[in-house]
């Protein structure tokens, strides 16, 4: 018998089983996430006094929620937290992965500019300049590791003195499972893959 054989059987079977525990605290983070979301779509934040922190939890906030969980469907249904095809044995050469993200960029300059010219862009809606963008089909990992930081810098330039947590404390219930729960769980899946792809 090789010891490195078993010792390796050994420590697979344990992060095995860990990830699969693991995925499913994230189905019932996912869950949970859920319920907030729709909380925070049935608040109505026209009594909110500052527009800004409104435009913030009705658009960037709700839309980033709402591109969470799809990610983190996809993810749970694969039973993998790396979404690149690459992770999946694809490999893609430069060439094609240069002109999906160009064909992308136009796509969305494209829809934007129509949606524009009707008064109906996320910019138009915003009152502050730099809406926060988000994409359901954007990778799990680029959510947290990406946007995730803005959103937080955002909603903390705009709850001072708790005008978001006072009127909407599920965007805060939300965060807090987000950063507390989510990001964790994921870090631990995303650990045991890397050393048992």
């Known amino acids: 018998m090789n010891l490195n054989n078993i010792i390796t059987e050994s420590i697979n079977k344990v ?40 435009n913030f939890v009705a658009h960037d906030f709700y839309n980033f929620i709402a591109a969470l969980e799809q990610a983190l469907k996809r ?14 044995g694809i490999q893609m050469p430069n060439e094609l992965l240069a002109a999906g993200r160009d064909a992308q960029r136009y796509y969305r ?4 500019a129509i949606v524009g010219r009707r008064g109906n862009s996320a910019g138009n809606q915003h009152t502050d300049k730099e ?4 994409d359901e089909n954007q990778k799990l990992l680029d959510l947290l590791t990406n946007t995730y930081p803005k959103i937080q810098q955002k909603f903390q330039t705009l709850n001072q003195g708790y005008t978001i947590t006072q009127s909407v404390p599920d965007v805060y219930n939300a965060m807090t499972l987000i950063e507390n729960y989510i990001i964790p769980t994921v870090q631990n ?8 792809p």
């Open 15 to 54: 992060l095995l089983e860990n990830t699969q525990l693991w995925f499913n605290q994230l189905s019932n983070h996912l869950s949970e996430l859920n319920g907030y979301r729709n909380s925070i779509r049935n608040t109505n934040l026209s009594n909110m006094q500052d527009r800004q922190a409104a």
């Open 75 to 88: 993810c749970i249904q694969a039973q993998n937290i790396n979404e690149s095809l690459a992770d999946y």
């Open 109 to 112: 300059n494209t829809i934007n």
């Open 131 to 134: 809406p926060i963008k988000t």
């Open 189 to 196: 899946i995303r650990n045991a893959q890397g050393q048992n």
